[in-house]
């Protein structure tokens, strides 16, 4: 079993910054290798969407929706990844998810594509 804690939500005024942390950790104190983090949003009545991912070996992707404002990355030593958010806007608003896939990576576009999800934090951006 794989927790994923995630920090750093909150309210915000638009073009106000926000960095959101997500830490991964097994119960059975089990290293991860490969591995890739990827961060969600899902706002109120909206579909869950791909913000980015970054993968064990140092890449990352981040969503042309979030380009330029958004950047991801990751510390491998800590199993954590980062979601930094600058110029946030009133329609960033949504509870953020990070989520992580073990062993046999996929694109990690989609969230069946992830084992193990955070519960989620929520971020307002107010106008």
């Known amino acids: 079993q794989v927790q994923l804690v995630e920090s750093g939500g909150g309210l915000v005024q638009a073009g106000g910054s926000l960095r959101l942390s997500c830490a991964a950790s097994a119960a059975s104190g089990r290293t991860f290798n490969n591995y890739a983090m990827g961060w969600f949003r899902q706002a109120p009545g909206k579909e869950r969407e791909f913000i980015g991912i970054?993968?064990?070996?140092?890449?990352?992707v981040v969503a042309n929706s979030v380009k330029g404002r958004f950047t991801i990355s990751g510390d491998n030593a800590k199993n954590t990844v980062y979601l930094q958010m600058n110029s946030l806007k009133p329609e960033d608003t949504a509870v953020y998810y990070c989520a992580v896939q073990l062993g046999f990576l996929r694109p990690g576009i989609r969230p069946s594509d992830y084992d193990y999800w955070g519960q989620g934090t929520q971020v307002t951006v107010s106008s």
């Open positions: 970054n993968w064990s070996s140092g890449s990352t």
